[in-house]
């Protein structure tokens, strides 16, 4: 079955620096876009960032444009999230996700994602 296990979180200070790691394992292939999301204590889960199956395209929600930067590894199966500059309002777990299928188009919404991490806790203190 399907896994994605996501790894890196921490306790930082505001203005560090993190890089969280997503690892896909029992799929076919790795051209999947991939998205990370977060959610902060009653808060609704909250889009990240995305990154295409073909890498040629990246969003990033307005809140963290500029400082997250999200990259991929297709050999390892594996997509980054490049934290910089944290805030304290950058505290939430970490999640990772896939849709279904390769080549499937980007999104910004949960919905669109079908398989999820557990999630890595990100705590930054100010």
């Known amino acids: 079955q399907v896994q994605l296990v996501e790894s890196g979180g921490g306790l930082v200070q505001a203005g560090d620096s993190l890089r969280l790691s997503c690892t896909a394992s029992?799929?076919?292939?790795?051209?999947?876009?991939m998205g990370w999301f977060r959610q902060a204590p009653g808060k609704e889960r909250e889009f990240v960032g995305y990154i295409s199956w073909n890498t040629v395209n990246t969003a990033y929600a307005d809140s963290v444009k500029g400082r997250f930067t999200i990259s991929r590894d297709y050999d390892k199966d594996t997509v980054y999230l490049q934290m910089n500059s944290l805030k304290s309002e950058d505290t939430a777990v970490y999640l990772c996700?896939?849709?279904?299928?390769?080549?499937?188009?980007?999104?910004?919404?949960?919905?669109?994602?079908?398989?999820w991490g557990q999630g890595t806790q990100v705590t930054v203190s100010s």
């Open positions: 996700a896939s849709p279904r299928l390769q080549y499937s188009p980007s999104s910004v919404y949960p919905g669109d994602y079908h398989y």
């Open positions: 029992g799929r076919t292939g790795s051209t999947y876009t």
